[in-house]
């Protein structure tokens, strides 16, 4: 309760529109009339609960951090008709990515991918699908992906936040044999009975053999959701298809056998990934909240009138308060 003779309103007014800020200035100014000066510190001090009371509310923080993910999951070829003579493969995943606002991050990524031969038995028109058995020590495939990966938060300051993905890099790949051999395209391998290459050309226009290895520019896009378990961990769900344009592909000239005509190498033309992990985050955060004052006599004897200001900086979201004296 104020003294007798007090009049005292406050007002708090908060704005959390996002939920990362490295710096922020609040300023209180007001006027009091007062007998004992330690009433103003009281005053002070009251501002500074309410600004610590308040940070306490924040959601993770990620602008000005380094965010480190590491997941594994699963992917599948898809648009050709040669694809579904290859199972569902394995990836592992790492990007690395900074975040440049409480919604947007940037950063790079790379993946390790490998695939193996379906084994179709006599029923190669089926195709794949969704089946994992192989061809044992059979043909497989592997791949890499190298490119840049740009991450938007719809919900930036929820526990809880989905966001999209998008990208573009360069996806390398290679048909070796078991012992990681390249393969050519005249190797038997290519033409046993349920394996669902049949139609892969085993000469180029040439009429020579040719490796079975190749780089493709891609376009990336994703959904994702994440949930943060602390300031420093996220779990983090979800989905990525890369498009596959053949803008830098090496078959041409003498190899430009790529197509989905009979006869043709009908290269994929589209990769789709689900992936589960974990990202770390570290760096940026907020400053320590601190809080100053000032006060100057503005008139004579008890009971006195004083001026006073007082500033709250560091801390996040940002936050407003209005404190009226009078």
């Known amino acids: 309760m104020p003294p007798r003779g007090w009049r005292v309103s406050t007002g708090v007014r908060v704005s ?76 592992f995943n790492a990007d690395i990515k900074k975040g440049l606002s409480p919604s ?46 740009g991450e938007y938060a719809f919900s930036p300051d929820g526990s809880w936040s989905p966001h999209f993905d998008f990208g573009t890099g360069l996806y390398l790949w290679k048909w070796t044999d078991a012992d990681g051999n390249t393969l050519f395209s005249d190797d038997p391998a290519l033409d046993a009975p349920g394996t669902g290459l049949s139609g892969v050309p085993d000469l180029d226009l040439a009429g020579n053999p040719y490796e079975l290895e190749d780089q493709e520019l891609y376009l990336m896009g994703g959904l994702g959701l994440e949930y943060f378990a602390s300031d420093a961990v996220s779990l983090e769900l979800g989905f990525k298809f890369r498009y596959l344009t053949h803008l830098l592909t090496n078959f041409t000239d003498d190899k430009d056998i790529v197509g989905s005509e009979p006869g043709e190498l009908d290269l994929p033309r589209g990769i789709a990934e689900g992936l589960i992990g974990l990202t770390f985050h ?43 004296f009078g």
Not at 132 to 142: A, T
Not at 290 to 315: C, H, I, L, R
């Open 282 to 324: 570290f760096g940026g955060g907020c400053p320590d909240a601190s809080v100053s004052a000032s006060a100057d006599k503005t008139s004579g004897a008890v009971p006195m009138e004083v001026e006073y200001m007082s500033a709250v900086t560091g801390g996040c979201p940002p936050y407003t308060y209005l404190w009226d």
């Open 16 to 91: 959390s529109s996002v939920a990362v800020r490295s710096h922020i200035g609040t300023a209180f100014t007001g006027r009091c009339q007062t007998m004992k000066p330690r009433l103003l510190r009281c005053a002070v001090a009251a501002s500074a609960c309410l600004a610590l009371c308040a940070s306490s509310l924040q959601a993770a923080d990620t602008e000005g951090k380094w965010a480190v993910g590491l997941q594994g999951g699963l992917y599948k070829l898809v648009l050709s008709d040669h694809t579904d003579a290859w199972t569902p493969g394995y990836l």
């Open 104 to 149: 947007f991050s940037l950063g790079i990524e790379g993946s390790w991918m490998q695939t193996y031969l379906a084994d179709l038995g006599e029923d190669t028109n089926e195709g794949a699908g969704s089946s994992f058995d192989k061809i044992e020590d059979g043909p497989k495939q592997g791949g890499y992906i190298v490119g840049l990966i």
